[in-house]
């Protein structure tokens, strides 16, 4: 450290801290974990860039840490066994093709890592240029400011001393480098003693600052929370405590639905299967306008370990394949439910701390399996095992069904399935009427409503999200007046449009599929998925006659992946995503009139316009972030056009073989030494300035790349091959100018 000086140093701390107000939300935010890592790799980026490593070591460490932690996180096989690389390299492969299809929620964890790892390399690798290349750093610090507060205002995360850490830490930076400006700038050698006068007197600054900041008074906020305000929700009130966060996560009360809620990436399960499921805990069967609540008519059915479920979603015609999956409970999770695919059929093995576990109950109606223990209470199992079968459907199987008949399902079922509270605004079943009009069957008519919800002006939100008011219905609040929310609102959405034009459907809760952890260790065949509060979950269940209950998925962003086939059906339809298109005659182009081309582009022109607006009017705020990072990065572009734009001449030039183009390349290379800093005087003639520049770049190309000019100029002709001759002394003179 004797070789070192101490400045530089804390500037690569201050830098490091800056860095880390970036990491630290991450956790709270989102379900990433072992945060440590990533911290400890940008500290050693770090203190390599600091110690000034070479690169080729610098590279080879920092390739060496990030492959052995992904190999210690998400592969089972030792580190230099090479199956373990092969399969990361293939997954790599896999993973950039579907980030180039912008498919981002299909990427792996281990790709995600990845791809975090090289985004801290290149923050480190700015922070290194920012500090002791450009010595500024106001953007990266105000950028800071912007994020924290941006993510103190619309999510749970706190910033309160994360500001004023920031706010330390970027005065510190600055003022750092503005001395080393100041020094560099006037030619002052460095000394020690003014170095650590200014240091102590920006110190001191700072930190009378700083405490000013906190002991002086503050004004309350205006808004309690400002979204809903923004947007100018007419159902927000200030003093409304139905708005008041709550928590996602699996709850038992359904009967007011509503409001926002806040993320919760705490782990409840741990699932060992074949692949990704959709969870189900229970289904509700009575809308009553606010929410969904159960059917009174239940009965509570008892059966044992190994015994067949009394679940049968659908019928004994539908194809199906076996599989198994294992369920780990986390310590602390309360609820003594039993998580369970649609298609169950026993319950292997439970275990359980408190003893019994091997009888279970079922509530019929809601279809809710609770662990019951030794005493015939609930209880919270530790592990269990369960059988269940993964339903291949038949699309034309599907669309057998087109109306309601008493001969193959129950009156009675029918009608409690189709059930609607009187209240229900007549303008949900006339959209129901008019996203259905065109489909003959119940399968395509579910199908066209959950297509539906795919439109550009329904938007997923869990912040902004408002409880329906006292006249309100929960459904028709949606689909005509907010048309934002999340998986409640569509799920309840579609099941209550559906139920409107006579088709039986209920409402499912449990979890999705949850993300993928970890390749078994007991089963090479088998995924570990962690499911957390956040992967708690609502969607539709249809009842179709002949096959029973198919679920629907008709929240954005979701799949439920049911196989459905479709190349075995003989009917096309509108509303079926998955069908075979059909070829419609086209008009002879001949028999059209001027006027009915003019029109038609004129209506084309209209609904592109009409996209247009609903498009700036949904999604203004990302429209909004598109241009001011578009702006941002045509800012930086234009900030060091000098250090690209060069180059772009240079490729520009290359394959050029005429000799005429000295012409054109003697006045663009004019342009760069002007901006360069080399300028020309307004008396100074070719010959003299063409000398200036070679005593500034101690060459004498420039004076023979003049003569040549002063040739094509003056006598309008050169000597054959005169471009190709002087085509590098052009060149070199370019790359003189890159800065």
């Given at each position: 450290?004797?070789?070192?000086?101490?400045?530089?140093?804390?500037?690569?701390?201050?830098?490091?801290?800056?860095?880390?107000?970036?990491?630290?939300?991450?956790?709270?935010?989102?379900?990433?974990?072992?945060?440590?890592?990533?911290?400890?790799?940008?500290?050693?980026?770090?203190?390599?860039?600091?110690?000034?490593?070479?690169?080729?070591?610098?590279?080879?460490?920092?390739?060496?840490?990030?492959?052995?932690?992904?190999?210690?996180?998400?592969?089972?096989?030792?580190?230099?066994?090479?199956?373990?690389?092969?399969?990361?390299?293939?997954?790599?492969?896999?993973?950039?093709?579907?980030?180039?299809?912008?498919?981002?929620?299909?990427?792996?964890?281990?790709?995600?890592?990845?791809?975090?790892?090289?985004?801290?390399?290149?923050?480190?690798?700015?922070?290194?240029?920012?500090?002791?290349?450009?010595?500024?750093?106001?953007?990266?610090?105000?950028?800071?400011?912007?994020?924290?507060?941006?993510?103190?205002?619309?999510?749970?995360?706190?910033?309160?001393?994360?500001?004023?850490?920031?706010?330390?830490?970027?005065?510190a930076v600055m003022g750092m480098l503005t001395i080393y400006r100041m020094i560099g700038k006037e030619k002052v050698p460095k000394q020690h003693a003014a170095l650590r006068k200014w240091m102590v007197l920006l110190s001191g600054m700072i930190t009378l600052s700083v405490l000013i900041g906190i002991a002086a008074p503050k004004a309350a906020p205006i808004w309690p929370d400002p979204v809903p305000y923004l947007k100018g929700d007419k159902k927000y009130?200030?003093?409304?405590?139905?708005?008041?966060?709550?928590?996602?996560?699996?709850?038992?009360?359904?009967?007011?639905?509503?409001?926002?809620?806040?993320?919760?990436?705490?782990?409840?399960?741990?699932?060992?299967?074949?692949?990704?499921?959709?969870?189900?805990?229970?289904?509700?069967?009575?809308?009553?306008?606010?929410?969904?609540?159960?059917?009174?008519?239940?009965?509570?059915?008892?059966?044992k370990v190994g015994d067949i479920v009394p679940v049968f979603p659908f019928s004994k015609n539908v194809q199906t394949d076996k599989e198994t999956a294992r369920v780990f409970p986390v310590e602390g999770y309360r609820f003594p439910h039993i998580i369970y695919p649609a298609g169950i059929r026993k319950i292997m093995s439970v275990h359980s701390n408190l003893g019994g576990g091997d009888t279970f109950s079922l509530d019929n109606k809601m279809e809710r399996?609770?662990?019951?223990?030794?005493?015939?209470?609930?209880?919270?199992?530790?592990?269990?095992?369960?059988?269940?079968?993964?339903?291949?459907?038949?699309?034309?199987?599907?669309?057998?069904?087109?109306?309601?008949?008493?001969?193959?399902?129950?009156?009675?079922?029918?009608?409690?399935?189709?059930?609607?509270?009187?209240?229900?605004?007549?303008?949900?079943?006339?959209?129901?009427?008019?996203?259905?009009?065109?489909?003959?069957?119940?399968?395509?008519?579910?199908?066209?409503?959950?297509?539906?919800?795919?439109?550009?002006?329904?938007?997923?939100?869990?912040?902004?999200?408002?409880?329906?008011?006292?006249?309100?219905?929960?459904?028709?609040?949606?689909?005509?007046?907010?048309?934002?929310?999340?998986?409640?609102?569509?799920?309840?959405?579609?099941?209550?449009?559906?139920?409107?034009?006579?088709?039986?459907?209920?409402?499912?809760?449990?979890?999705?599929?949850?993300?993928?952890?970890?390749?078994?260790?007991?089963?090479?065949?088998?995924?570990?998925?962690?499911?957390?509060?956040?992967?708690?979950?609502?969607?539709?269940?249809?009842?179709?006659?002949?096959?029973?209950?198919?679920?629907?998925?008709?929240?954005?962003?979701?799949?439920?992946?049911?196989?459905?086939?479709?190349?075995?059906?003989?009917?096309?339809?509108?509303?079926?995503?998955?069908?075979?298109?059909?070829?419609?005659?086209?008009?002879?182009?001949?028999?059209?009139?001027?006027?009915?081309?003019?029109?038609?582009?004129?209506?084309?022109?209209?609904?592109?316009?009409?996209?247009?607006?609903?498009?700036?009017?949904?999604?203004?705020?990302?429209?909004?972030?598109?241009?001011?990072?578009?702006?941002?990065?045509?800012?930086?572009?234009?900030?060091?056009?000098?250090?690209?734009?060069?180059?772009?001449?240079?490729?520009?030039?290359?394959?050029?073989?005429?000799?005429?183009?000295?012409?054109?390349?003697?006045?663009?290379?004019?342009?760069?030494?002007?901006?360069?800093?080399?300028?020309?005087?307004?008396?100074?003639?070719?010959?003299?300035?063409?000398?200036?520049?070679?005593?500034?770049?101690?060459?004498?190309?420039?004076?023979?790349?003049?003569?040549?000019?002063?040739?094509?100029?003056?006598?309008?002709?050169?000597?054959?091959?005169?471009?190709?001759?002087?085509?590098?002394?052009?060149?070199?003179?370019?790359?003189?100018?890159?800065?």
């Open positions: 450290m004797r070789n070192r000086e101490l400045s530089p140093l804390l500037l690569y701390v201050f830098g490091f801290f800056l860095i880390w107000e970036w990491i630290r939300p991450i956790d709270q935010l989102t379900d990433t974990s072992h945060i440590w890592i990533f911290i400890l790799f940008l500290l050693l980026s770090i203190l390599m860039s600091f110690f000034r490593v070479k690169w080729i070591f610098s590279i080879l460490i920092k390739v060496f840490y990030i492959l052995f932690f992904i190999n210690r996180l998400y592969y089972q096989e030792g580190f230099f066994y090479i199956g373990w690389l092969t399969a990361f390299l293939a997954n790599l492969k896999n993973n950039t093709v579907l980030l180039f299809s912008r498919n981002w929620n299909d990427l792996s964890n281990d790709f995600r890592s990845f791809l975090f790892f090289i985004l801290l390399w290149l923050m480190v690798y700015l922070l290194h240029y920012w500090l002791l290349k450009r010595q500024r750093i106001f953007i990266f610090f105000f950028l800071t400011l912007i994020y924290i507060t941006v993510l103190d205002t619309f999510t749970h995360y706190s910033a309160k001393a994360a500001i004023v850490r920031t706010v330390v830490t970027g005065f009130h200030a003093d409304d405590n139905s708005m008041g966060f709550q928590t996602i996560g699996y709850g038992t009360n359904d009967d007011h639905l509503g409001g926002p809620f806040m993320g919760d990436n705490k782990t409840v399960f741990q699932i060992e299967a074949k692949g990704k499921n959709y969870w189900k805990v229970e289904t509700k069967d009575m809308y009553t306008g606010k929410g969904w609540v159960l059917s009174p008519e239940s009965e509570t059915i008892h059966f399996i609770l662990v019951l223990g030794s005493n015939k209470q609930p209880i919270v199992p530790n592990l269990y095992t369960i059988e269940f079968d993964i339903p291949k459907y038949q699309a034309k199987d599907l669309r057998q069904t087109k109306k309601f008949d008493a001969k193959v399902m129950e009156p009675a079922m029918y009608k409690k399935y189709t059930q609607l509270p009187e209240e229900l605004p007549q303008r949900v079943t006339d959209l129901a009427k008019k996203i259905t009009s065109k489909e003959k069957n119940w399968f395509d008519k579910a199908k066209a409503v959950e297509n539906y919800f795919s439109r550009m002006e329904y938007t997923y939100e869990q912040k902004d999200v408002p409880m329906p008011g006292m006249n309100d219905d929960y459904v028709d609040q949606f689909l005509f007046e907010t048309k934002r929310g999340y998986c409640n609102n569509f799920s309840s959405s579609m099941a209550v449009l559906l139920r409107t034009v006579g088709i039986p459907t209920r409402w499912v809760k449990g979890y999705n599929g949850g993300e993928f952890l970890q390749y078994s260790k007991t089963d090479p065949s088998k995924l570990i998925y962690e499911i957390t509060n956040n992967n708690a979950h609502s969607w539709v269940e249809v009842y179709f006659p002949n096959q029973g209950w198919v679920p629907f998925e008709p929240t954005k962003g979701f799949s439920n992946d049911v196989a459905i086939n479709y190349l075995d059906g003989t009917t096309t339809s509108s509303g079926t995503a998955a069908a075979v298109p059909v070829m419609k005659p086209v008009k002879n182009p001949d028999m059209e009139t001027k006027n009915a081309k003019g029109s038609g582009k004129s209506a084309d022109q209209k609904s592109m316009l009409k996209k247009i607006k609903v498009i700036f009017k949904n999604h203004w705020k990302l429209v909004g972030l598109v241009l001011f990072v578009a702006l941002g990065v045509a800012g930086i572009l234009y900030r060091f056009r000098g250090k690209w734009y060069p180059y772009l001449l240079l490729i520009r030039f290359r394959f050029r073989k005429k000799d005429e183009n000295i012409g054109s390349a003697y006045l663009i290379l004019l342009k760069q030494l002007n901006r360069y800093g080399v300028t020309r005087k307004e008396d100074q003639t070719l010959r003299n300035y063409a000398r200036y520049v070679d005593a500034f770049f101690s060459t004498e190309e420039m004076t023979y790349f003049t003569s040549r000019y002063e040739q094509y100029l003056y006598h309008n002709q050169l000597p054959e091959g005169s471009w190709k001759e002087t085509r590098k002394l052009w060149e070199n003179l370019i790359k003189k100018t890159i800065a």
